[in-house]
């Protein structure tokens, strides 16, 4: 079931991928729990282009910059509290034709 997943992404100056894949992960699902790790500049933060996209996920702006991609899905898989975790990249897109069962 959804409320047993966390779909966690890490996203690093690609505001508007970020908000894309968001945006498709809500249409596909009904109120998804997403995490997203942002390691930008405040200028090209995820939460700071798209605030009524980002007011939908639990959103974790780094104060360190550029952590590197490891560091990031970890951090959000720290932050995940479910049983299930969906790692995803910022420049992905969520279709109909993904099955979580």
């Known amino acids: 079931p959804l409320d047993q997943i966390t779909f966690c992404i890490k996203t690093i100056h690609r505001p508007w991928s970020c908000?894309?894949?968001?945006?498709?992960?809500?249409?596909?699902?009904?109120?998804?729990?997403?995490?997203?790790?942002?390691?930008g500049r405040p200028e090209y933060r995820f939460s700071e282009?798209?605030?009524?996209?980002?007011?939908?996920?639990?959103?974790i702006n780094l104060d360190?910059?550029?952590?590197?991609?490891?560091?990031?899905?970890?951090?959000a898989v720290d932050a995940a509290e479910t049983e299930l975790i969906f790692l995803l990249d910022d420049d992905q897109v969520v279709t109909p034709d993904l099955h979580l069962d």
Do not use: M, W
């Not at 908000?19 to 390691?39: A, M, N, Y």
């Not at 282009?49 to 959103?59: N, S």
């Not at 360190?64 to 490891?70: E, P, S």
């Open 19 to 39: 908000h894309r894949l968001v945006e498709s992960l809500r249409k596909q699902f009904e109120s998804p729990t997403i995490v997203v790790v942002d390691d």
């Open 49 to 59: 282009k798209y605030p009524e996209t980002a007011k939908h996920c639990r959103v």
């Open 64 to 75: 360190t910059h550029d952590v590197g991609v490891g560091i990031g899905r970890n951090t």
